[in-house]
């Protein structure tokens, strides 16, 4: 038997074709394929599986001290150039291809229940085989053009995904949303990548540090260059992994299926941003000045995030803005120079997340017996309440979730991110004290969702508040759905292939911190063993234990003031505070105003631009041809658009485009170098 | 004959029946077989919804597209980068004509997807029951008239096919178009036939340069040496005449009603192959037989390549009308078209070939599934349309799948292409830093804007709730096995070509290394003249004044 290391290039292909064939399958004989669904989903749960099995192999031997592999061939040439594609595997790709494989089955084992009364089961867990191949492939992809390529494909997956329900408005809205702020990511990291295989032809990680930091020594390259290349790609990064301005996609996101939350926009792609940065180290250690941009962005996001989820309402985008909030702590780390902390980070938290969100589903898929298929009712957490009693796997699976998030020590979350912490400490100190001040909002908001959701009395009866949170939404209920929605249930506890993810997750996330204890990494040794040895060296535990002791303390803050204030109601945090400040209440619920300015400046900025073009395009561009412009001008008509000012932004615009035109035309000779 | 394909048993077969068939004239007959053919239509016997003339049709586009595949395997040799199964008759000797045809690296791939489209459209043509006997007959002289004119070696004969293919699309739009179908086909005839005035000229100019007797053959005029002067002239005329056709801003004007107008299967061959007529005369004229003037024009096909990608993306988003929708979004791909025959790099030009053939494809497709849509909803106003993927779910993905080639998708055709052209123009060492830079940049908002336009589209036509008026007045039926045929046979190659390019590129990559060599050389040679005249800048300024 080989290797798996050398058989990597499989782990990405047997769920392709799965989704191959079962997307073939639903295209031809759409029927049957429906009819036999539980066949497919042991189908590609099977080749997931597959991979899965191969991926762990693959870690095993990493771990044993196996050489990385790298297999390359001629994808595409002309004259001098070659594309190389192929795969790699190294231990930073081991690590990853567990996690994914192993959080994709069980994401994929809780959508047979999550699931199982929608009309579009197969397809879903066909987007879900395609998803996680694409994913996997992602993470083999040896140079950064491979990576681009998937990058774009899991980014089409989860367009896929999130307009899953493509009769909801919010879905179709989001679903392009997502698209189109990551188009806007990848804008920048093609022209980056562009140009660094213009600056060091070629598209290898390593060969482009070289090459760079070669071409700065020889000055071929001026470092603006270089910085303006570095920082261009890193453009795609922030917006795959939700960075400070362009997070705005992925609470929006929050319109997919609950499984997919917690699959692709908690635990996996969004992670992809984290790591590209971390694939780019060799590139991006060279210059410092982008290594602060890195943490700038990261610590702006990570603090954006938990302050606005202290405010949500709505459970699952509450936890989506922690999840931006924690991606800005995996930047930080990136930033600080210390990857390991971040993909550990990276690790802890998908686990914990993952647990988190699938959780959050199974209250919701218990929700929608009571209040029905409204997001706006079944994910809005005035009315959940005292579910404990009713779901006791899926409360102590939040519960410990909770924990580990809020880094309370032994959980996983307290390690990976006391890691980070500590780095920050040694950078960037003013960035090490808002990462603090971060995990106790952190942990306060998280003990918020904790309380409303599962203590106390259930609010779900209340038709009065169901009412006013339908008007406040905005969302005009046809009465015939109403009507559907009266037969009422009662909350009970999910089945088992939903619970069993959870519970299975659970594991990890009480104990993963383990591996990365900072006197002995596993993980470390495993990514960097030189950087592992010196830090263990380095560690001392008079220097450890004040870092640990004050980020477990402002922890402990931010929960009891959380139990203060949603449990034992002895603090009336909406009187002490919001009616206070109410200015900074209305800035954080109405989330910095971002989504407003995004709104206002760019989506309708697009549209009245184009619209502007448009008639540009017929009634002058066209109206010359037709005549009419001439004629136009010459009557009544025209004087009109002189009046509304309308021919002069003609004029602007055909001169303006003519000089532009003649200028750059007339500066630009044919040179040869 | 060619050793290269001797290496399968499949091939090989092929290979012995071609050993007798080798001199067997492959593009002549693949020129002339759909057009005689086309004249047998008339005596069909005048009855019935024209079922007979349907498949009649059908199998001689099949045959034609048989035969153009057959001179690939059997006349075709890749690796050599001139003229293959070149045939040669004296015509009109006094004038200079010869049927003289032949094909090399840049005519054959587009042959090959003219016979392809063609095909697909004749069965896309299917429920076509007005006067289907003229319909087919204008669609398989067409076939024809197309491939004459990527096959054709001579430049008077090009003139003369570039003109009869108008004919058969003029009828086809005049008498099978929507609303406004007299004022598109008049604009479409005005504008190219007006525009190939220009054509003429230059032939004409060209042919008797330096001779008593004219000569157009290619060859001949390749081995010319025309004067700077004489090749900006030439290189003028000739830019508006192709300009129109690919289009380039601002000649395009006439597409959105000509494409707005047309039935699906007419819109497939428009936007297919037609406009490939473009991109591909510009290669063959502009870049392989005026040099010298290529390189001074070069930098002004680079930036109206810019601009056809952004003003016809924005267009693109603000129209409401369907199919004017798609016909700008064509526009706004030919602009990487345009960036590649400008860019001097063997990688931009295959790139801008590859992107021809590509959105050939995938326009092909779009276009189709415009048809297909407008058949079951009567309408193309998006206002009118919502939450139609509950009814029509494969259509729904067929669309989707078929937006995401067009924007550009790793994994399919079109991703490769941009790619290419946009590396091959990055790392060019011809052009100067700052204006690379600022030229990708803005090329590369293309990449921001083409998903928006197309993904609100797909959002305004199939999300959402159901609109009610709709659902009420029209029949909404998904797709038959028909409509997911022709796509499958479109997606097949989108889909191949973006996961191993090679396929297609490796067919002309000889020949592009060719042109690009003699393109770079005389840009060199212009930067010579440049410096020893003392004038440091603007020959291209100056120039088009002459």
């Known amino acids: 038997m080989p290797q798996a290391s050398e058989i990597a290039w499989l782990i990405p292909v047997f769920p392709l074709i799965g989704a191959v064939l079962s997307g073939l399958g639903l295209i031809s004989l759409n029927k049957k394929i429906n009819n036999s669904?539980?066949?497919?989903?042991?189908?590609?749960?099977?080749?997931?599986?597959?991979?899965?099995?191969?991926?762990?192999?693959?870690?095993?031997?990493?771990?044993?001290?196996?050489?990385?592999?790298?297999?390359?061939?001629?994808?595409?040439?002309?004259?001098?150039?070659?594309?190389?594609?192929?795969?790699?595997?190294?231990?930073l790709g081991s690590v990853m291809l567990a996690l994914v494989t192993t959080i994709t089955l069980l994401v994929m084992i809780y959508s047979h229940g999550y699931m199982a009364h929608d009309k579009g089961y197969v397809r879903f867990f066909t987007y879900l085989a395609l998803f996680s191949s694409s994913m996997m492939g992602l993470i083999v992809s040896p140079n950064l053009l491979e990576i681009y390529v998937f990058w774009e494909l899991v980014g089409m997956c989860s367009y896929l995904l999130v307009g899953f329900w493509y009769d909801r408005e919010g879905a179709a809205h989001a679903a392009q949303k997502a698209f189109v702020v990551n188009r806007v990511g990848d804008f920048g990291l093609l022209l980056g990548i562009l140009g660094l295989f213009w600056a060091t032809n070629s598209f290898d990680f390593n060969e482009i540090a070289t090459g760079i930091?070669?071409?700065?020594?020889?000055?071929?390259?001026?470092?603006?260059?270089?910085?303006?290349?570095?920082?261009?790609?890193?453009?795609?990064?922030?917006?795959?992994?939700?960075?400070?301005?362009?997070?705005?996609?992925?609470?929006?996101?929050?319109?997919?299926?609950?499984?997919?939350?917690?699959?692709i926009h908690a635990a996996t792609m969004v992670a992809a941003g984290i790591f590209l940065v971390a694939r780019l180290q060799p590139l991006y250690s060279i210059f410092p000045s982008i290594q602060f941009i890195i943490a700038l962005v990261g610590t702006i996001t990570c603090f954006l995030g938990a302050s606005i989820a202290l405010t949500q309402m709505d459970l699952k985008k509450g936890l989506a803005y922690s999840t931006v909030s924690q991606l800005g702590y995996m930047m930080l780390a990136m930033g600080c120079g210390a990857p390991v902390a971040g993909i550990f980070h990276l690790v802890t938290h998908a686990c914990f997340k993952a647990m988190l969100f699938l959780g959050s589903g199974s209250v919701i898929h218990a929700m929608e017996e009571v209040v029905g298929h409204q997001p706006v009712l079944a994910q809005d957490m005035r009315l959940m309440g005292g579910l404990r009693k009713r779901m006791p796997y899926t409360s102590t699976t939040f519960l410990i979730g909770c924990v580990a998030i809020s880094g309370i020590p032994p959980l996983a979350g307290f390690w990976s991110k006391d890691e980070i912490l500590g780095n920050a400490f040694i950078s960037f100190p003013a960035f090490w004290f808002i990462g603090l001040l971060t995990a106790g909002m952190t942990a306060f908001y998280m003990f918020r969702l904790y309380f409303l959701t599962f203590e106390g009395d259930f609010r779900g009866e209340n038709k009065e508040l169901q009412k006013q949170l339908l008007i406040a939404s905005k969302t005009n209920l046809d009465e015939e759905n109403e009507e559907e929605h009266e037969e009422h249930g009662s909350i009970h506890e999910s089945p088992w292939s939903m619970t069993f993810p959870l519970v299975f997750l659970a594991v990890p996330s009480l104990i993963i911190g383990f591996m990365g204890l900072p006197w002995d990494s596993k993980i470390a040794n495993l990514l960097d063993p030189e950087e592992a040895e010196t830090a263990a060296k380095a560690f001392e535990l008079k220097e450890f234990l004040p870092l640990a002791l004050a980020s477990v303390l402002i922890a402990s803050a931010g929960i009891i003031i959380a139990y203060q204030a949603y449990f034992v109601k002895k603090i009336n945090l909406s009187v002490l505070f919001a009616e206070k400040f109410p200015s900074i209440n209305r800035f954080l619920s109405n989330k910095w105003y971002l989504d407003d300015i995004n709104e206002k400046l760019f989506v309708k900025g697009s549209r009245k631009l184009a619209k502007e073009v448009l008639e540009v395009d017929s009634k002058v561009v066209d109206g010359v041809v037709n005549l009419t412009g001439l004629v136009t001008l010459g009557s009544g008509e025209g004087l009109k658009y002189f009046e509304t000012g309308r021919a002069q932004f003609y004029a602007l615009i055909v001169f303006g485009g003519v000089i532009l035109l003649v200028a750059i035309f007339g500066f630009q000779s044919p040179q040869v170098s | 004959m060619s050793t290269y394909f001797y290496t399968s048993f499949a091939t090989q077969m092929l290979g012995t029946l071609g050993a007798g068939l080798s001199n067997f004239p492959w593009l002549s007959a693949s020129i002339l077989f759909?057009?005689?053919?086309?004249?047998?239509?008339?005596?069909?016997?005048?009855?019935?919804?024209?079922?007979?003339?349907?498949?009649?049709?059908?199998?001689?586009?099949?045959?034609?597209?048989?035969?153009?595949?057959?001179?690939?395997i059997n006349g075709f040799d890749i690796s050599n980068e001139n003229v293959q199964l070149k045939e040669n008759i004296s015509w009109l000797p006094d004038l200079g004509l010869t049927w003289s045809v032949g094909a090399d690296g840049m005519s054959m791939p587009l042959i090959l997807l003219t016979s392809f489209i063609t095909a697909l459209a004749v069965l896309?043509?299917?429920?076509?029951?007005?006067?289907?006997?003229?319909?087919?007959?204008?669609?398989?002289?067409?076939?024809?008239?197309?491939?004459a004119v990527f096959a054709v070696q001579d430049m008077l004969l090009f003139f003369l096919t570039w003109e009869l293919e108008l004919i058969p699309v003029y009828l086809l739009l005049a008498i099978w178009g929507g609303k406004n179908r007299q004022y598109a086909a008049t604009k479409f005839i005005i504008y190219t036939a007006g525009s190939s005035?220009?054509?003429?000229?230059?032939?004409?100019?060209?042919?008797?340069?330096?001779?008593?007797?004219?000569?157009?053959?290619?060859?001949?005029?390749?081995?010319?040496?025309?004067?700077?002067?004489?090749?900006?002239?030439?290189?003028?005329?000739?830019l508006i005449a192709f300009g129109v056709k690919l289009p380039i801003v601002p000649l395009h004007t006439w597409l959105p009603d000509a494409h707005g107008e047309a039935t699906a299967p007419v819109h497939m061959l428009l936007a297919g192959i037609l406009l490939k007529m473009g991109g591909y005369a510009l290669l063959r004229f502009n870049a392989q037989l005026l040099p010298v003037a290529h390189a001074q024009f070069a930098p002004l096909l680079i930036v109206l390549g810019v601009v056809n990608i952004i003003y016809a993306a924005l267009t693109s988003f603000a129209q409401r009308n369907l199919k004017r929708k798609i016909a700008y979004s064509s526009i706004s791909h030919m602009g990487f078209v345009l960036i590649g025959i400008g860019s001097f790099s063997s990688l931009g030009t295959s790139g801008a070939m590859l992107q021809m053939v590509s959105h050939g494809l995938i326009g092909a497709s779009l276009f189709f599934l415009v048809g297909a849509t407008y058949d079951r909803t009567k309408t193309l106003k998006l206002d009118e349309m919502s939450g139609v993927g509950q009814k029509m779910r494969i259509m729904f993905a067929l669309w989707t799948a078929c937006s995401l080639a067009s924007l550009a998708l790793p994994g399919m055709s079109g991703f490769v292409s941009e790619l290419m052209v946009f590396t091959g123009f990055v790392t060019d060492e011809v052009y100067t830093l700052p204006f690379r830079v600022v030229m990708a940049s803005l090329a590369a908002i293309g990449v921001i804007l083409t998903p928006i336009y197309l993904l609100s589209m797909l959002r305004e036509i199939f999300f959402g709730k159901e609109n009610p008026k709709l659902i009420e007045e029209r029949k909404l039926i998904d797709a038959e096995p028909r409509e997911v045929y022709i796509i499958a046979c479109l997606l097949l190659p989108i889909i191949g070509i973006g996961l191993y390019p090679r396929l297609v590129t490796e067919s002309y990559i000889a020949s592009i290394n060719n042109l690009v060599d003699r393109d770079l050389t005389a840009v060199k040679g212009a930067v010579k003249t440049n410096i020893f005249s003392g004038t440091k800048t603007n020959e291209i300024l100056k120039a088009p004044t002459i």
């Open chain 2, 124 to 147: 896309a043509a299917w429920p076509v029951k007005f006067k289907p006997k003229l319909f087919f007959f204008l669609i398989l002289v067409m076939d024809g008239g197309q491939i």
């Open chain 2, 34 to 72: 759909p057009i005689g053919s086309a004249f047998v239509i008339p005596f069909f016997p005048d009855k019935g919804d024209g079922k007979e003339v349907r498949w009649f049709a059908l199998s001689i586009a099949l045959i034609t597209f048989l035969i153009t595949v057959g001179s690939y």
């Open chain 2, 197 to 238: 005035i220009f054509i003429l000229l230059a032939a004409l100019a060209m042919g008797f340069y330096g001779t008593e007797i004219p000569n157009f053959e290619f060859s001949h005029l390749a081995a010319q040496d025309f004067s700077q002067k004489f090749q900006i002239l030439c290189y003028v005329g000739l």
């Open chain 1, 37 to 91: 669904r539980e066949i497919v989903s042991v189908g590609l749960i099977s080749f997931v599986g597959i991979s899965a099995v191969i991926s762990y192999k693959a870690l095993i031997e990493q771990i044993n001290g196996y050489q990385s592999v790298e297999k390359l061939f001629v994808w595409a040439n002309a004259g001098d150039f070659t594309i190389p594609m192929g795969f790699v595997l190294d231990p």
């Open chain 1, 213 to 263: 930091s070669q071409s700065i020594s020889d000055h071929s390259i001026p470092i603006w260059a270089a910085l303006l290349l570095c920082f261009l790609v890193f453009l795609g990064p922030m917006a795959k992994s939700a960075q400070f301005p362009l997070h705005v996609w992925l609470p929006d996101a929050m319109e997919g299926p609950t499984p997919i939350s917690a699959l």
